[in-house]
């Protein structure tokens, strides 16, 4: 498979070198200072509190060039429509591994609706300067599949082929028929998540605060109480119906939890807040055309 990685952070940099080592025929999409960085070093990963950093050379560009039978975009939510022009004068399915809260229809207004496909990247680690400290395979992460799915929730042919090519190059996959509820779902607790954390300074510093978890909470249950369809994935359900005295020592839990700490939930810079306010008003837009 010919397959361009558009997005070089976390998520980008592991599928470029593991669909690389796989065997495809892998390009890497990067601009600025690290693109130079990859082009100096290669990608450079290391597990979460390791000294060994392993290089790896995987071709890079710093726009698509030609062809390719799957462009992957995993870039911040609020960059994707600076980008779309771009893909739309590449060719190929375009598999959107994104925080994506609007729905297929503005991506393929720009790219031709029969090349989208949505999904969300589940791999998860932190950027240390230019290395890659991918998240430790804890069971929760083992148990987590990364989802895919085409946008009217058909079981393609092109879809069984990029899960199969996924799961060989070690990527715990599953096509996924209801993928936009998915991510309409998931921006509803993430976006609340998101804004608590970056409120307090950091996914520890809520959990010590059970007030601010407990508002957290109320956000969430607002925003799944808004969905047109019960919540999904089906376990985020419990967040609606549990009662609060159990869920809120459960978040703080997950708060101070390697998984929490080592994600995008730490990141305060301001693409992360960006990407944060896009998604808010994403679902405000969808509750709105109801």
């Known amino acids: 498979m010919k ?15 593991r669909m690389h080592e796989a065997g495809h025929d892998v390009t890497l999409l990067a601009r600025g200072e690290r693109l130079a960085a990859l082009r100096r070093d290669g990608v ?24 390719y039978d799957l462009i992957t975009v995993l870039v911040r939510t609020h960059q994707v429509d600076g980008i779309l022009p771009s893909l739309a004068d590449a060719g190929g399915d375009v598999l959107f591994l994104i925080n994506w809260a609007a729905g297929p229809e503005p991506l393929g207004a720009v790219i031709g609706r029969e090349r989208v496909l949505l999904g969300f990247g589940t791999n998860g680690g932190t950027m240390d300067g230019h290395v890659v400290r991918h998240r430790a395979a804890n069971l929760l992460v ?24 996924f799961r060989a190059a070690g990527f715990n996959t599953k ?31 809520l959990s010590g605060d059970p007030a601010a978890v407990r508002r957290m909470l109320h956000v969430i249950r607002q925003n799944l109480a808004a969905m047109p369809a019960s919540p999904y994935p089906r376990g985020f359900t419990a967040l609606q119906t549990l009662p609060e005295g159990l869920l809120v020592p459960v978040l703080r839990r ?29 679902l405000r837009a969808r509750e709105s055309a109801r």
């Open 142 to 165: 083992r148990l987590t599949p990364m989802p895919v799915g085409e946008p009217d929730g058909r079981v393609t042919p092109r879809l069984t082929r990029i899960v199969g090519e």
């Open 44 to 67: 450079l990963l290391a597990a979460p509190d390791s000294p060994e950093v392993r290089a790896v050379r995987v071709p890079v560009v710093d726009r698509p060039a030609g062809d």
């Open 175 to 205: 096509a996924e028929p209801r993928m936009d509820d998915w991510l309409r779902t998931h921006a509803a607790f993430e976006v609340p998540l998101g804004q608590a954390v970056h409120a307090a300074g950091g996914p520890v510093a």
């Open 254 to 282: 997950f708060l101070r939890s390697d998984t929490a700490v080592n994600s995008g939930l730490s990141a305060d810079s301001a693409a992360a807040i960006g990407e944060l306010d896009h998604l808010a008003a994403q």
């Open 3 to 17: 397959l361009l990685v558009y997005g070089a952070g976390v998520l980008g940099s592991q599928l470029a070198v």
